[in-house]
């Protein structure tokens, strides 16, 4: 079982900054894929952005390249989204999740065996 508890949402104007963290524990954290989702009202879960064991590898949804950056320390059992240019549309509930899988990233939530409890980031214009 791995225990994720997401933090560092909160209310910021259009154009800040953010950074999220997810510390882990129960399990070792480096064996899992990781992933930030977000979730906003009368949407799907969407994948934001996903980072490899090592974190070497790293994926990030259209929407969000350029602005959002994810990492990782395994030492700390903690994973890490950077969030800036902030905008109105990334409001959502954001949730990090692991996964065991063997690829290096998975893309669908359904990949996914444990998530935090999400951290809601609002974005005003």
């Known amino acids: 079982q791995v225990q994720l508890v997401e933090s560092g949402g909160g209310l910021v104007q259009a154009g800040g900054s953010l950074r999220l963290s997810c510390a882990a524990s129960?399990?070792?954290?480096?064996?899992?894929?990781m992933g930030w989702f977000r979730q906003a009202p009368g949407k799907e879960r969407e994948l934001v952005t996903a980072i490899s064991r090592s974190g070497s590898s790293k994926y990030y949804a259209d929407s969000v390249k350029g602005r959002f950056t994810i990492s990782r320390d395994n030492a700390k059992d903690t994973m890490y989204l950077q969030m800036n240019s902030l905008k109105p549309e990334d409001t959502a509930v954001y949730y990090c999740?692991?996964?065991?899988?063997?690829?290096?990233?998975?893309?669908?939530?359904?990949?996914?065996?444990?998530w935090g409890q999400g951290t809601r980031v609002t974005v005003s214009s």
């Open positions: 129960g399990r070792t954290f480096s064996n899992y894929r």
């Open positions: 999740a692991a996964s065991a899988g063997s690829r290096w990233y998975a893309s669908s939530a359904g990949e996914y065996d444990y």
